[in-house]
C-alpha cells in the first residue's frame, strides 16, 4: 500500500538557534506501528501556506524508543516551509506527516567506530544515529565532525553536550566552525574531505568500514 499522510499534533517547539527549531509530534497509540524508524530516515511534511499545498522532507532527529517523533528545521532564506515550520507554526497545531522513508542509515548492531560529518542542519540525521549507537551498541565508539558558521548557529549543541558528558570515551565530539575564531587552528574553516592517492578511502572502491556515513549542508 502507499505511504498516505496521517494528521499530527505538535506538541513542541524548541527554539534551537535565532534560525532553527525541533518540532516533535505526537504519534497516536493507533500510529505508532506506521511511525516506527530507522535512524537517519526522514518524514515528509505537508501543508497548506497561503493557500497553496507545500510537502518538504526532513530527517528525524529523535531516536527510536523515544516518546516523540521529532524533527529540526533550519530556515532558508526566502524558504516557504521552513519559514512558515520557524515563524507561524505553533504547538497544538495539526499538519500532515508522511510515515518515515529513506535508505540512508548506517546501523550495524555490532562493535565499529563511526565516523560522522555533519554541516548545518545536516546533523539531524546524525543525532539520530549517534543517540541509537551509543545506547545499543555499548563497544561502538562515534566521532561526529560537525561544521558551522558560529556558536550561536550550533543545533543541538546542549544535547550533544549531554551525550558527550554521558557516553565520555565512546563519543567525540570535533566543532569546526567557518566564521568564529577557535583556538586550535585546524578546527577553523569547512568540512573538506580529500583523499590522497594512498589513504584508505581512495584506496576501497566503497567506503572503508570507520566511515560508516557523511552528510552534509552547506555552513554558509
Ligand atoms: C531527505 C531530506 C532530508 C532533509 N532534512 C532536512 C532537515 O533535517 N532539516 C532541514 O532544515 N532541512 C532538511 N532538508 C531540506 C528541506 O527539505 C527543505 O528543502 C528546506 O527546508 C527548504 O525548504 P523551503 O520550503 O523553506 O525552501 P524553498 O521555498 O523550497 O526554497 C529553497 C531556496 O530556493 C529559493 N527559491 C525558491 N523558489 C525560487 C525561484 N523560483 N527562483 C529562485 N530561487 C528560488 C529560495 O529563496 C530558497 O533559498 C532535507 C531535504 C531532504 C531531501
Redesign the pocket.
Known sequence: MAPRFHDLKVTSIERQTPE?VAIAFEIPADQVEAFAFTPGQ?LTLATEIDGKE?R????I?SAPGDPYLR??????????????VNDVLSVGDTIRVMPPQ?R?TALKGERHDYLLFAAG??I??MLSIARTVLAHEPDSTITLVYGNRSTETIMFLEELNDLKDRYMGRFTLIHLLSRETQDVDILNGRIELRASANSPMAASSSPPPWMACSCA?PAR
Not at 56 to 59: F, G, I, N, T, V
Not at 71 to 84: C, L, N, P
Open positions: 532553527a526522514y507545500a518538504r522532507s526532513y530527517s532527529c524533527v529540526g528545521v533550519k530556515k532558508v532564506a526566502d524558504g516557504r516551509f521552513s519559514t512558515f529513506g540512508f542542519s545536516g539531524t540525521p549542508a
